[in-house]
């Protein structure tokens, strides 16, 4: 009996050695998990993060454009962070791949004709000072990027483009004014959203291949005649 007795305190120690041990992996583990998620009551922003702490209680938002470790109160606030790095809208191809690259730019020309851009790129960017609309307007994360630019941007640019003829948008100098005039009016539209352009890339317009010819041809003929 003295045996049996002496074994059971043994094992029931064991027990309590592993049991805390394991107690104290899943403490370690859950907390690991907080502060990885930034739930745990601070959360790092980056050099190139802008970020927005917001209130549960009072609905207040705070804008935090400088990086380094922040603090809040979990369940009462959380931090978001945003990636303030330049994004990139593409319009080339067929068909729509996902909400940065869609289908190619086609406009129709103030005298009926129409012409298309292969690949017009927009350069776009949260505003920092802003981070506290685009979380209201569009939510966390990347949401930004899913719907304001894809929404206003083809319909702009068809407007600013199409007041040329087919001719005249030809010339760099008249394509050129109809980029800054775009550029003008989507800030004026995506700003209150808490979305700059940042510049819009427009390559030369393309045409059928018959104008495309005419075109060519009678820029050669111009420059005959100033020769003469």
């Known amino acids: 009996m003295a045996y049996g007795q002496a074994e059971e305190p043994r094992g029931m120690q064991r027990f309590l050695k592993y049991w805390s041990l394991f107690v104290i992996g899943g ?31 009072t609905g207040t938002k705070e804008v935090i454009l400088t990086p380094g470790y922040k603090i809040f109160f979990p369940i009462i606030s959380e931090i978001h962070t945003f990636d303030r790095s330049p994004n990139e809208f593409i319009m080339a191809g067929e068909v729509d791949q996902d909400s940065n690259h869609v289908h190619k730019l086609t406009v129709r020309a103030n005298d009926g004709s129409n012409f298309w851009f292969e690949a017009l790129k927009i350069h776009y960017q949260i505003i920092p000072e802003k981070i506290d609309v685009v979380v209201d307007d569009s939510g966390q994360g990347d949401a930004f990027k899913y719907s304001w630019v894809k929404s206003y941007a083809r319909s702009v640019l068809r407007d600013e483009f199409g007041r040329f003829n087919a001719e005249d948008i030809a010339n760099p100098t008249n394509y050129g004014k109809a980029t800054m005039e775009a550029k003008r009016r989507l800030n004026e539209q995506l700003n209150p959203h808490g979305i700059e352009i940042i510049q819009i890339v427009t390559p030369k317009p393309k045409f059928v291949e018959a104008f495309e010819k005419a075109i060519e041809n009678r820029k050669l003929a111009n420059q005959e005649v100033q020769k003469l």
């Open 27 to 57: 403490f370690l583990l859950f907390t690991m998990g907080l502060i990885v998620s930034g739930a745990a009551g601070f959360k790092e922003v980056q050099v190139n993060d802008v970020a927005v702490k917001v209130n549960y209680i």
